[in-house]
C-alpha cells in the first residue's frame, strides 16, 4: 500500500521500557523509572481526591470550552482567557502550532539537541529543520542560522531550559532573540520545566504575561505532566496573543482534553504545597546527583531542570543502562541522539539512594 512520502522519514517513537516491562524481562521486583522527568514525590493528594470526587461524570463530554481550568490559568499568570488554548500535553500545541505555520516550503529552527517533538511534528508537515552545531542553547549561534534563512524559518523553538540536556538561556537573551526574529516568525518557548529553572536562578524566568504585553509572535508553552504530576492525564496548554490562539484553535478537534484531566489540572493548580515540595526535593537531591558526579569524575551539564545528564568519555552508556535494568533502575539513554549520555530524572530520595549505590558498583567495575 502507499502511504503519504512524509512517513518514510518518520520512525515509529520508541517509548523507553515501563515498569511492567522491566520487572517481567529482568526478573527483578520494586522497579525504579528515572526516565521520564515525572514528579518524583507522585500526584498531589488533592488531585486523587478531585479525580474521584468526579469520576462519576466519566460518561460526559468534558466542557469544551474548559473555562474553569482557563479561568485558573488566567489568574495564574494574570492574562485574559482567550490568550489561552489547552491541549492533551504541550505536545499538542506543538502539533497545532506545527499544522498552522510549517509546510514543504517552509522550515523551523532549533538548537542542536532538543525536544524530539518539534522535528516529528515538523515532519509531518514536511517542513525543514535546521538545527546549531551546538547540541545545547548558543544566542549567536541561532541567530546567525536564523539570519541566513530568514525567509524559510517560520518556527523557532527555544527550551527554556532544555530537554534533554538541562541547560537554559537566560530571559534576557530569550528577549533578545526573539526581538532579532520577523514578525512573522512564531517563537515558540517551551516552558515545561521553567519552574525548576526559575527557582534555581530568577534570571531564568518567563513570565508569559511580559511575554503578551510585549510581543504578538511568541507562544508561550506549558505542561502539567512535570511539577504538577499529571504526566498520566495528558494535559498542558499554550498561552499568545489572540489571533494566534485562534488559528491554533482551528486545528483543534473538540474534546481533546477529558474531563476528569481538566478537574485534575484545577486541582494541582490549587496545590501550591505540592508545588513548593516538589521544587525543594528536587533542587537538594540535585545536589546529590551533582556531588556524585563530581566524586566518580563524571561531567555533567549544570542543569535546570529535574533531570541531570551524565556525559561519559570511555564507558558505554548502552552497558550501562543494561547492566541498571537488570537491577531494576529505568534511565534513560541518549545514544538515539549520538550522545554516549545518559539523562536520569531525579527521583525522591530512597530511589536517588538506591541510584547511587547501584551504579557506583556497575561504575568502578
Ligand atoms: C514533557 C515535555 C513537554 C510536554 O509534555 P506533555 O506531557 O505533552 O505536556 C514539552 N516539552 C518538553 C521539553 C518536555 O520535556
Redesign the pocket.
Known amino acids: 500500500m502507499e502511504f503519504n512520502a512524509y512517513l518514510d522519514g518518520l520512525p515509529i517513537y520508541e517509548p523507553g521500557k515501563d515498569i511492567d516491562a522491566v520487572a517481567r524481562e529482568y526478573g527483578v521486583k520494586d522497579v525504579i523509572k528515572l526516565a521520564s522527568?515525572e514528579n518524583a514525590l507522585g500526584t498531589s493528594a488533592k488531585v486523587i481526591e478531585a479525580i474521584k470526587q468526579n469520576a462519576h461524570l466519566a460518561h460526559l463530554y468534558p466542557d469544551d470550552n474548559m473555562s474553569e481550568l482557563k479561568e485558573k490559568i488566567a489568574q495564574k499568570h494574570k492574562i485574559k482567557t482567550t490568550n489561552i488554548i489547552i491541549g492533551a500535553?504541550?505536545?499538542?500545541i506543538i502539533e497545532f502550532l506545527s499544522h498552522a505555520k510549517l509546510n514543504s516550503k517552509n522550515a523551523y529552527l532549533q538548537c542542536g539537541i532538543s525536544?524530539a517533538m518539534y522535528g516529528i511534528y515538523a515532519k509531518h508537515c514536511s517542513a525543514k529543520a535546521y538545527k546549531t552545531t551546538s547540541k545545547t542553547h548558543d544566542l549567536q549561534e541561532l541567530k546567525e542560522l536564523y539570519k541566513k534563512h530568514k525567509d524559510e524559518i517560520k518556527v523557532v523553538y527555544l527550551?527554556i531550559p532544555n530537554?534533554p540536556l538541562g541547560d537554559c538561556l537566560d530571559k534576557d537573551e530569550v528577549y533578545d532573540f526573539i526581538k532579532f526574529c520577523d514578525k512573522d516568525c512564531v517563537v515558540a518557548l517551551?516552558c515545561?520545566?521553567n519552574d525548576f529553572a526559575a527557582f534555581k536562578d530568577s534570571k531564568k524566568k518567563i513570565d508569559a504575561k511580559d511575554l503578551l504585553d510585549n510581543f504578538d509572535n511568541v507562544l508561550f508553552?506549558a505542561?502539567?505532566?512535570?511539577l504538577y504530576g499529571l504526566?498520566g492525564l495528558?494535559i498542558?496548554y499554550g498561552i499568545a496573543n489572540k489571533e494566534l490562539i485562534q488559528s491554533l484553535y482551528k486545528i483543534r478537534a473538540p474534546f481533546n482534553v477529558s474531563n476528569l484531566s481538566l478537574k485534575a489540572a484545577v486541582a494541582a493548580l490549587d496545590d501550591e504545597d505540592f508545588v513548593k515540595r516538589t521544587l525543594n526535593t528536587n533542587f537538594n537531591e540535585m545536589k546529590r546527583y551533582e556531588k556524585f558526579a563530581k566524586e566518580f569524575e563524571i561531567s555533567y551539564i549544570n542543569s535546570y531542570t529535574n533531570f541531570i545528564t551524565y556525559i561519559f568519555e570511555k564507558k558505554n552508556t548502552n552497558d550501562l543502562c543494561e547492566k541498571l535494568l537488570k537491577k531494576g533502575i529505568i534511565i534513560r539513554n541518549l545514544q538515539s541522539y549520538g550522545m554516549n549520555a545518559v539523562r536520569i530524572t531525579i527521583g525522591k530520595s530512597e530511589d536517588n539512594d538506591r541510584f547511587f549505590d547501584e551504579f557506583s558498583k556497575i561504575y568502578v567495575l
Open positions: 522527568n500535553g504541550s505536545d499538542q525536544f527550551c530537554n517551551d515545561a520545566y508553552l505542561t502539567f505532566s512535570k504526566g495528558r498542558g
